[in-house]
């Protein structure tokens, strides 16, 4: 028997439940891990609420990201052996797998091997992050070391993937923080100029940064109303990427601005790469090569057991975190 968190209706943290459950064996192409760390997103909130992309389906597990060790392969995975550690790539939908738990079973496409001196709350905190910000800047945006960068919610795992990335391209990372308190952190994490947004006005404090110019790429988690600043302060057919909505408000779209400047705003999520597969492997190529050479380091900012999960996500939920909120097992 093992230990998993399932949820039997949606709704707040409450609703996630420690259950034993029966060993399970790995169907074809499946692959069954040992759990040691597993990172918590956004998105799995959403999905706990009803109000993900994907539709709900109940009884379900959650989670999209792990790292851990593999108990068994099923048939016709030739990639993988008992006792590689291996991480997820969120490469699934929860509708159908789940990783939060001690055991988790998951489609051997969304596994890679990682390095021995990665640790086990780092390697659970890879994929999500580090593949969003790289099909936004790189594989879709064709980032390139002249340009500049808005990273909104900075703070973020993802936005610290992404500084991290703009930074390694040679580019420049330009980060947005509601509040003074993580400033410094951010300056830490590489970024060439943090913009606190109670306190200044982003359109002008993101010109004076680009000499006038604007942002090339403005990498937006936040969405609603921002969405006007973002186009203002955006360069000549600039683009902006909206991957998440933070504020959960309408977002309006910004014609007579993005019509005077030529600018493309892109609905965008990991899964345009995640699911073409020569647009991974390159992403996981670019990835494990940052990892490798230092470039870069998932930020962990808080580990938490398992039997503590809910209060996990309700940490997610009230933005006090700079990186990723992990969680791990025993086993770990």
Known sequence: MARIIRFHETGSSDVLKLEEAPETSPGEGEVLIHVLAMGLNRAEVLYRQ???????????????????????????????????????????SMRQYGVCGEEALVPARALVKMPESIKPEEAASVWMQYLTAYGALIDIGQLTASQAVLITAASSSVGIAA????????????????????????????????????????????????????????????????????????????????YGALSLEKTPFPFRTALSKGLSIVGYTMMQIAKDEDRLEWGKAHILSGLERGAFLPVVDRVFPLAELGAAYDYMETNQQLGKIVVTTELG
Do not use: W
């Open 50 to 92: 009803g109000l993900y992309l994907e539709r709900t389906r109940l009884p379900s597990r959650i989670g999209y990201e792990a790292s851990g060790l593999v108990k068994a392969v099923g048939e016709g995975v030739t990639d993988f052996k008992e006792g590689d550690y291996v991480s997820t790539i969120p490469a699934f």
């Open 163 to 242: 500084i991290q990335m703009v930074k390694d391209l040679g580019a420049m990372p330009i980060a947005t923080t509601r509040t003074a308190a993580k400033k410094d952190a951010l300056l830490e994490a590489g970024a060439a100029h943090v913009i606190v947004t109670d306190e200044e006005n982003l359109v002008e404090r993101v010109r004076s940064c680009t000499d006038g110019k604007g942002a090339d790429i403005i990498f937006d988690a936040i969405a609603g109303s921002i969405v006007n600043e973002l186009a203002e302060a955006a360069a000549y057919e600039g683009t902006i990427f909206l």
